[in-house]
Nanobody
Framework: QVQLVGSGGGSVQSGGSLRLSCAGS????????MAWFRQAPGKEREGVAA???????TYAASVKGRFTISQDNAKNTLYLEMDSLKPEDTAMYYC???????????????????WGQGTQVTVSS
């Protein structure tokens, strides 16, 4: 089974950029559906972006055109490039993995088995 460690969060001003990383160990992330989720205080965890084993990417409407999910199988690492950040993007960000296929009811549903520890992103206006 895969273990995940997220990193790269921080504090930026509105309009800025950050790149999150999620390092996998114990198994190859190429065998998993990979995704990023976020959770703001007092809100439910929401799916941000997912990438299927075949490379198909899915984005939440709120981040489409601003965020890019990618993975480097040689480095066993998942990334989330975040541009044009807004204060409403402030949240704890989690990477997640699900063996083989993305959740059948939708790639951004939180039905993932493995989770990273979270990395905080704070965007100030």
């Amino acid at each position: 089974q895969v273990q995940l460690v997220g990193s790269g969060g921080g504090s930026v001003q509105s309009g800025g950029s950050l790149r999150l990383s999620c390092a996998g160990s114990g198994a190859s992330i190429s065998s998993y559906c990979m995704a990023w989720f976020r959770q703001a205080p007092g809100k439910e965890r929401e799916g941000v972006a997912a990438i299927e084993r075949g490379g198909t990417k899915t984005y939440a409407a709120s981040v489409k055109g601003r965020f890019t999910i990618s993975q480097d199988n040689a480095k066993n690492t998942l990334y989330l490039e975040m541009d044009s950040l807004k204060p409403e993007d402030t949240a704890m960000y989690y990477c997640a993995a699900r063996w083989w296929n993305c959740p059948p009811r939708g790639s951004l549903r939180p039905e993932f088995s493995y989770w990273g520890q979270g990395t905080q992103v704070t965007v100030s206006s």
